[in-house]
């Protein structure tokens, strides 16, 4: 059980923090923000810089509180601090929502497909969607770690030979700059504001610090320091990447400004279509499907755990390891299912830009900083929470779909952030100088500190042979990817010495990580002497 939904609770950092940075930017770089890329230019830049601000703050606050808890799932900390029933409606509510968001997530992968291979993007959802809950229910939590590293190395090294053969399309780096459309590169523009980037940073930082998906790479990790690191890893990642990720869109708007409509949601793969060499466009595709398809198993796998771990076992307190494993594999397809629906209706729901942002401003704060708020808080209950979660859903539904209609009001793209990311702050923060004030109990984190206390003195698993399996698996994946690169050199037309290098690269560092796997650690040198 803790293997399959924590990959036995001793994940090494470093992979912890790759899988996290995967499971995030995929879910929508190449679609949704290629597409602002190709429209608004840096501003697309901005957005995701705010990944970074918020990836460093939890690295230092709040990764390491989660990890302490010492809870398979954000599920059982809710049921530890806040309650039983609480968790109960808390589950059944991210349930729901999780449903629409790797439907959101499942859309941009099939979206790929359909623009670099002409498929019917219906078709697509399906076989895609298929093929993600199939690995994702026989492998678990250690399929998703495995697939998000190694399409991490396949995606950095593909992408740095896109942006050199990119500009060199459009005569450098001089002509990008003068042919590129007025404002292209200001930092922000009338959608986009600064106000919309202050609250989208704050839904970053309440998204990535408290969505149930993404606490399992803080809680999966052996230590609290392993638990900093991997927020450290993921801001220092998105320092970097958004300006090299967003560069191809943003060229192909100099080299084909004539997109229009739901079009520009293929900018990204239209450009690596003109640039890259005779069978690295089928690499790029690959690795861009399952990069984004990441999104969905990360989301796929801690939903499977939390109605195997905290809604079956509840009922059958008594059912073991294997039982609940099942149970979870059977969650995973069920899930997996309604997934694929889902992501059939996103065309009929404004686009794929529109649902994730929609989705961001409503469910957000609402969702995921009320637990995250109780880390932190002695005063906070379970009541106080569900009341914060219920009335923030409840308003800002009824401003996203109903003011319109009503009082013929709505809010533009910042006020509608702002709005969604303020009322919980705004709530808990009363309850909590109320409840300060008043002297209120505090029995319910008083019980809290009982349980973390006896988990903590409880032996934990030794996950080292996990580790280095799964270490091994991914070394001889990026060892093969190399290889792979350095072949499609020999029948490049174009930039054969580039592919083929970045090929060499790779190779080497795949075999380092089989070394360092199968390199015996002086502990276990000992114990065998």
């Known amino acids: 059980m803790k293997s399959f939904f924590a990959a036995g609770g001793a994940l090494p950092w470093w992979m912890s923090g790759l899988s996290l ?5 995929s879910a929508g770089t190449f679609v949704v923000w290629g597409s602002i890329a190709y429209s608004s ?10 990944m970074c601000i918020a990836g460093v703050l939890i690295g230092f606050f709040i990764a390491p509180k989660w990890q302490k808890t010492k809870a398979l799932t954000a599920a059982e900390f809710i049921t530890d601090r806040l309650g039983y029933s609480t968790q109960k409606i808390y589950t059944y509510l991210f349930l729901l929502i999780s449903i629409f968001t790797t439907g959101a997530f499942l859309y941009p992968v099939a979206k790929i497909v359909e623009v670099s291979t002409g498929f019917p993007i219906s078709t697509s959802i399906i076989v895609l969607g298929i093929l993600i809950l199939i690995y994702t229910a026989v492998g678990g939590l250690w399929a998703v770690i495995v697939t998000d590293v190694l399409q991490f190395v396949v995606l950095t090294a593909a992408v740095l030979i896109v942006v050199p053969l990119s500009l060199d399309k459009i005569g450098g780096m001089n002509n990008f700059i003068t042919q590129a459309p007025e404002n292209f590169f200001a930092l922000v523009n009338e959608e986009y504001t600064w106000g919309f ?4 940073g704050l839904y970053n930082l309440f998204f990535i610090a408290g969505n149930w998906a993404y606490v399992q790479r803080y809680t999966s990790v052996a230590t609290p320091k392993d638990a900093k690191k991997v927020g450290w890893l993921f801001g220092g990642l998105y320092l970097v990447s958004p300006l090299v990720w967003m560069l191809p869109p943003m060229i192909y708007r100099v080299l084909n400004p004539e997109l229009g409509g739901l079009a520009d949601e293929g900018a990204y793969l239209l450009m690596c279509k003109e640039v890259l060499p005779v069978g690295m466009l089928g690499l790029m595709l690959g690795g861009m499907i399952f990069a984004t398809s990441s999104s969905v198993n990360t989301t796929l796998n801690i939903s499977a755990g939390v109605l195997a771990n905290d809604v079956y076992k ?5 059912a073991d390891g294997d039982r609940l494993v099942k149970v979870g594999r059977l969650a995973t397809i069920f899930l997996g299912v309604l997934t694929i629906i889902i992501a059939l209706l996103v065309p009929y729901m404004g686009g794929i830009v529109e649902v994730v942002m929609s989705l961001a401003a409503i469910t957000g704060g609402a969702m995921f900083l009320p637990p995250m708020w109780a880390l932190f808080s002695r005063h906070q209950t379970g009541k106080s929470a569900l009341i914060v ?8 539904a009824f401003f996203k779909f ?4 009503l009082l013929n009001f709505s809010f533009d793209r910042a006020q509608e952030m702002g709005f969604g990311m303020g009322i919980p702050i705004v709530l808990l923060a009363a309850f909590e100088i ?3 004030t008043q002297n209120t109990t505090t029995v319910e984190y008083d019980n809290y500190q009982l349980k973390v206390a006896q988990k903590t003195s409880e032996a934990e698993d030794d996950a080292a042979s996990g580790n280095k399996k799964g270490t091994r698996v991914i070394g001889i994946g990026v060892a093969l990817t190399g290889l792979m690169i350095l072949i499609l050199s020999f029948i490049a037309e174009t930039g054969a010495i580039l592919v083929g290098s970045m090929g060499f690269l790779v190779m080497l560092l795949g075999s380092y990580i089989i070394f360092k796997a199968t390199k015996k650690h002086p502990d276990q040198m000992a114990q065998s002497n």
């Open 197 to 200: 980037m202050i609250a989208f």
């Open 402 to 405: 109903l003011a319109p209609t």
């Open 41 to 50: 230019g840096w501003v697309a830049i901005t957005i995701q810089t705010t």
């Open 434 to 436: 109320y409840a300060r």
């Open 389 to 396: 979660t219920v009335i923030t859903l409840t308003i800002n």
């Open 314 to 318: 509840h009922f059958r307190p008594n």
């Open 21 to 25: 940075f995967m499971s995030f930017f």
